[in-house]
């Protein structure tokens, strides 16, 4: 997260009354909301305690006042760099003691990661609390004994220089650099937190040692602790851990660099391969600290934020673009505004440009109203609650509020808030979003051609230019990738299937599951009208019917329905997956009738419209085109076709036949596929969170009651599995990372008895950093930044089984023969006793961590029905893994695999292929 979430008056900002710790060696410092600060005395280590008991789990974070801003010409990036160097090894922790931060982590079932970004560094932990004096002592241990080996600093150069290969690959991200450095000319947010490839390369392990010893030090560190723990216990931990370490022998070096006035607009191009153009335009705007920044990021919801937003009426709904985007930048000094608009098929960036200066240009002339300001305030603060469901979300927020130079900001910015008129609104617009501190960017692309992965059209533009991690944040916590599908009990530990609340209510299978989370109601649902149920005829056609739900009923058009949820700060999101039609909502407790009937109306009454379905239309193709320029779906998309027969629904048409089956979609197609899959008679809903149980049940029954229909999902087809050794390259231009898959049909549902064994062999093969693959290919030889084996698609039929990769050009042929050399080893010697009982243990600790939140949770319950399984499955699945034998699990890996007859993918710009 690159945003402080505002904690709306759920927590008072003054201090409060609650028991203060005393505690030897600390003094406190103040309390505001639920939050205490205490200064370790002895060496002025900052430390924030949040106490909250509603799971057995807690995050332990550090957080590094030291970010990309503090590097200079020479040492770009080394703060990234270290950041990855500080999971080496220290005197006392390393690989070859067997206890380095990867193995103890991973051993416990932990989330865990590390993050650079401009201001800040951080390290955290998110872990069943019994482990709070393990991982204390071992984020103590890495502050200040890290071993920074010239044998470590060699391969992991390698590993982030592929991590910049990666980002390169976007042009946005691209664009996103760009607009950066020219709008910093003095400031050294100037120059991305990745930084330059030769400081990349060139970075001497004297530097970086030299960059540890300046910054990493109890006085220019806050630990902060968010959970369930005792703040008495914690505190001593905490002295016992960091108290042997003295403050820094030398003042912390200030960044005192200010940016002069920019005196004129200012514009950048960037032009390459890619699909569609981009249009961003970015404004100077204060520090997160300034009285002034409150009203700017209300005025960034005015305008881009959900569907009664002016630039989703100005320019997305008028087919300028496919979705556009804002941010305010949340930093220690002086930032920027950014808008980003990714053009619609045949738009042109002038005429997409026009329309957002148009729109800033009334808003400052005009002002906003009443009702856009009070629905602004209204999803900031409803977002506020959602975002405290769990340890992991807080701490998140906290961090950068740390970064931004006032943790308090993680309650004021609320008061704050409130406190905005439409007066303030106007005044920070006129101040702020004019041309001569702009800086216009385009994205211009120069030629075209690729594939794309199926999935429903969703913009996902800022985590281009968000922080740099350790690791990609998707795989931070091995394992927990398929909690969603098995358990170890709920959030307090107790069993989960005695607590759910399952019935029929108008046809529809509810679960309901009451936890500890205040005043949030998490939904999540599904019913059969997913991808595959389109392969015999127009394959765009079910996509097409999710995307109009959210357009409008027979009842009332889209802007009223977004009105409606947006003033109290709800949310709605329909996806189309292969099989299901999938709804995510979220509303605070009081809103959840509001929530269901609006389910319910979208579902039972969808308007589709002429118009709409146009719109929707061109939507598709355009978010299908921009996902050409990614190499990774360019790759999962040819694998499907590689592995899966012609009708077998896990197998994606091809890009241009899917763009050709858009454009000859017809309305009476969405029609009849809604009239044969739509209804209650499949359909599963789950609610978790704060739940009103009787009236949300007469919620369902009265908002549902009298629909009817519904079929059940396609049938179950075994993939066909290749008997020949194929390799495809998808070649594309100007793209400095190749993404390679290396797989076959698995021949197993996620049901099937062999199942987990194999998991538990992949997970040994590709999870995490100790899984084999990761502390060889990247941790020893540093060849990749990312490398992984998996098991997917498999739900409802049998899946398939894949190694996922990337390599610079360079190092493609390297890194393909060490990832095979790994299989090979892996697939005839198998894996030893120890692996299979420490993975045991990863997996089922990764569950209980994931299980905290009612996202979680939701999602749990609604995977275990969806494949078939009675809820208590949760509460069987430890139970099942700690049953698998060592013969079971070597046994699954020859049964269903062979590496002989997989298939190769490669995805990128390769120096012999011929490019598109």
């Given at each position: 997260m690159r945003r402080c979430i505002w904690l709306a008056g759920l927590l008072c900002l003054t201090l409060t009354a609650q028991a203060r710790v005393v505690a030897d060696g600390f003094t406190h410092v103040k309390t505001v909301g639920s939050i205490d600060e205490y200064t370790l005395s002895s060496n002025g280590l900052q430390v924030l305690l949040l106490p909250e008991h509603s799971s057995p789990t807690l995050t332990f974070m550090v957080t590094y006042r030291v970010g990309s801003k503090n590097e200079v010409t020479g040492t770009t990036g080394a703060t990234h760099i270290l950041e990855h160097l500080m999971f080496k090894g220290t005197t006392q922790r390393d690989r070859s003691k067997g206890n380095n931060v990867d193995q103890l982590l991973e051993r416990t079932g932990a989330k865990y990661n590390a993050t650079t970004w401009l201001d800040r560094t951080n390290y955290y932990e998110n872990l069943a609390s019994e482990h709070l004096a393990a991982v204390a002592d071992m984020e103590a241990d890495r502050m200040r004994n890290l071993l920074l080996r010239e044998e470590d600093r060699r391969p992991e150069m390698t590993v982030v220089r592929n991590e910049f290969e990666r980002g390169e690959n976007s042009p946005i991200q691209s664009l996103y650099k760009e607009i950066y450095q020219s709008a910093f000319v003095a400031h050294p947010y100037h120059h991305s937190t990745i930084g330059h490839r030769s400081d990349i390369e060139k970075v001497s392990i004297e530097k970086l040692r030299e960059f540890y010893n300046t910054f990493y030090w109890p006085d220019n560190a806050t630990v902060s602790i968010i959970g369930d723990f005792q703040p008495e216990q914690a505190l001593a931990i905490v002295k016992k851990s960091f108290g042997v370490y003295p403050r820094s022998p030398q003042p912390i070096p200030a960044m005192y660099t200010e940016e002069p006035a920019q005196t004129g607009a200012r514009r950048v191009t960037v032009k390459r391969a890619g699909q569609l153009g981009v249009v961003a335009i970015a404004h100077k705007i204060p520090a997160a600290t300034h009285p002034d920044y409150a009203a700017v990021t209300l005025l960034s919801a005015i305008l881009a934020d959900g569907k009664n937003s002016r630039l989703y009426k100005a320019v997305t709904d008028k087919n300028l673009s496919t979705g556009v985007e804002a941010d305010a930048g949340f930093n220690s000094d002086p930032t920027v505004h950014i808008i980003f608009a990714p053009l619609a098929p045949g738009v042109k960036h002038a005429d997409a440009e026009n329309a957002i200066v148009q729109e800033i240009e009334t808003l400052k002339r005009d002002g906003v109203s009443e009702g856009e300001l009070k629905a602004a305030i209204a999803k900031t603060l409803a977002d506020s609650a959602f975002?405290?469901?769990?340890?992991?979300?807080?701490?998140?927020?906290?961090?950068?509020?740390?970064?931004?130079?006032?943790?308090?900001?993680?309650?004021?910015?609320?008061?704050?808030?409130?406190?905005?008129?439409?007066?303030?609104?106007?005044?920070?617009?006129?101040?702020?979003?004019?041309?001569?501190?702009?800086?216009?960017?385009?994205?211009?692309?120069?030629?075209?051609?690729?594939?794309?992965?199926?999935?429903?059209?969703?913009?996902?533009?800022?985590?281009?230019?968000?922080?740099?991690?350790?690791?990609?944040?998707?795989?931070?916590?091995?394992?927990?990738?398929?909690?969603?599908?098995?358990?170890?009990?709920?959030?307090?530990?107790?069993?989960?299937?005695?607590?759910?609340?399952?019935?029929?209510?108008?046809?529809?299978?509810?679960?309901?599951?009451?936890?500890?989370?205040?005043?949030?109601?998490?939904?999540?649902?599904?019913?059969?009208?997913?991808?595959?149920?389109?392969?015999?005829?127009?394959?765009?056609?079910?996509?097409?019917?999710?995307?109009?739900?959210?357009?409008?009923?027979?009842?009332?058009?889209?802007?009223?329905?977004?009105?409606?949820?947006?003033?109290?700060?709800?949310?709605?999101?329909?996806?189309?997956?292969?099989?299901?039609?999938?709804?995510?909502?979220?509303?605070?407790?009081?809103?959840?009738?509001?929530?269901?009937?609006?389910?319910?109306?979208?579902?039972?009454?969808?308007?589709?419209?002429?118009?709409?379905?146009?719109?929707?239309?061109?939507?598709?193709?355009?978010?299908?085109?921009?996902?050409?320029?990614?190499?990774?779906?360019?790759?999962?998309?040819?694998?499907?076709?590689?592995?899966?027969?012609?009708?077998?629904?896990?197998?994606?048409?091809?890009?241009?036949?899917?763009?050709?089956?858009?454009?000859?979609?017809?309305?009476?197609?969405?029609?009849?596929?809604?009239?044969?899959?739509?209804?209650?008679?499949?359909?599963?809903?789950?609610?978790?969170?704060?739940?009103?149980?009787?009236?949300?049940?007469?919620?369902?029954?009265?908002?549902?009651?009298?629909?009817?229909?519904?079929?059940?999902?396609?049938?179950?087809?075994?993939?066909?599995?290749?008997?020949?050794?194929?390799?495809?390259?998808?070649?594309?231009?100007?793209?400095?990372?190749?993404?390679?898959?290396?797989?076959?049909?698995?021949?197993?549902?996620?049901?099937?008895?062999?199942?987990?064994?194999?998991?538990?062999?992949?997970?040994?093969?590709?999870?995490?950093?100790?899984?084999?693959?990761?502390?060889?290919?990247?941790?020893?030889?540093?060849?990749?930044?990312?490398?992984?084996?998996?098991?997917?698609?498999?739900?409802?039929?049998?899946?398939?089984?894949?190694?996922?990769?990337?390599?610079?050009?360079?190092?493609?042929?390297?890194?393909?023969?060490?990832?095979?050399?790994?299989?090979?080893?892996?697939?005839?010697?198998?894996?030893?006793?120890?692996?299979?009982?420490?993975?045991?243990?990863?997996?089922?600790?990764?569950?209980?961590?994931?299980?905290?939140?009612?996202?979680?949770?939701?999602?749990?319950?609604?995977?275990?029905?969806?494949?078939?399984?009675?809820?208590?499955?949760?509460?069987?699945?430890?139970?099942?893994?700690?049953?698998?034998?060592?013969?079971?699990?070597?046994?699954?890996?020859?049964?269903?695999?062979?590496?002989?007859?997989?298939?190769?993918?490669?995805?990128?710009?390769?120096?012999?292929?011929?490019?598109?």
């Open positions: 975002k405290r469901d769990g340890s992991f979300a807080v701490a998140g927020n906290l961090n950068e509020c740390i970064a931004a130079g006032d943790w308090s900001l993680f309650y004021s910015l609320d008061a704050a808030a409130q406190k905005v008129t439409v007066a303030d609104v106007k005044r920070v617009a006129q101040r702020y979003l004019n041309e001569d501190q702009s800086i216009t960017g385009w994205f211009v692309p120069t030629a075209a051609g690729g594939s794309a992965a199926l999935s429903t059209p969703k913009s996902n533009l800022f985590p281009a230019g968000g922080p740099n991690y350790y690791r990609s944040p998707g795989v931070d916590a091995p394992g927990v990738a398929d909690a969603s599908a098995a358990g170890v009990g709920g959030a307090s530990g107790a069993m989960i299937a005695p607590n759910v609340r399952r019935s029929k209510i108008a046809g529809i299978d509810v679960i309901a599951y009451p936890t500890g989370a205040k005043d949030v109601i998490t939904v999540r649902a599904s019913l059969p009208a997913g991808r595959a149920l389109g392969g015999k005829g127009n394959p765009s056609i079910p996509m097409l019917t999710g995307m109009l739900l959210d357009q409008g009923t027979q009842k009332q058009d889209k802007f009223a329905i977004a009105e409606k949820l947006e003033a109290v700060g709800a949310s709605i999101d329909f996806r189309v997956g292969v099989d299901l039609l999938e709804i995510s909502a979220k509303s605070l407790k009081k809103d959840g009738p509001l929530l269901l009937s609006l389910i319910a109306e979208q579902l039972r009454t969808p308007a589709f419209s002429e118009d709409e379905f146009a719109k929707a239309k061109q939507q598709y193709a355009g978010a299908l085109q921009r996902r050409l320029e990614s190499t990774d779906f360019r790759a999962a998309d040819a694998f499907t076709r590689a592995v899966y027969s012609e009708t077998h629904p896990n197998r994606n048409p091809a890009p241009q036949a899917l763009l050709a089956a858009i454009g000859t979609a017809k309305l009476d197609d969405v029609k009849a596929f809604y009239k044969a899959h739509y209804g209650p008679a499949h359909m599963t809903l789950v609610m978790t969170g704060d739940l009103d149980m009787s009236t949300l049940q007469s919620a369902i029954r009265q908002s549902f009651s009298g629909w009817s229909g519904g079929a059940s999902v396609a049938g179950s087809t075994k993939a066909e599995v290749t008997r020949a050794p194929q390799e495809q390259v998808v070649a594309m231009a100007d793209k400095t990372s190749v993404s390679v898959i290396l797989g076959q049909a698995s021949g197993l549902r996620y049901s099937d008895p062999d199942y987990q064994a194999l998991r538990v062999a992949t997970a040994i093969l590709g999870s995490g950093f100790t899984g084999r693959l990761m502390a060889n290919v990247r941790d020893k030889e540093g060849l990749t930044y990312g490398i992984d084996a998996n098991l997917a698609n498999d739900m409802l039929r049998a899946g398939d089984w894949k190694i996922s990769a990337s390599f610079a050009p360079a190092l493609l042929d390297k890194g393909i023969a060490s990832t095979k050399h790994q299989l090979e080893r892996w697939y005839e010697a198998g894996v030893t006793a120890d692996e299979i009982e420490s993975r045991k243990s990863n997996l089922i600790g990764s569950f209980k961590v994931n299980l905290a939140t009612t996202s979680g949770m939701a999602d749990a319950l609604l995977a275990t029905v969806n494949r078939g399984y009675d809820v208590r499955w949760l509460d069987e699945f430890p139970v099942k893994i700690n049953a698998i034998s060592d013969e079971q699990v070597n046994g699954t890996i020859k049964k269903y695999l062979k590496p002989d007859d997989m298939v190769l993918i490669k995805a990128g710009t390769l120096p012999t292929a011929k490019q598109q």
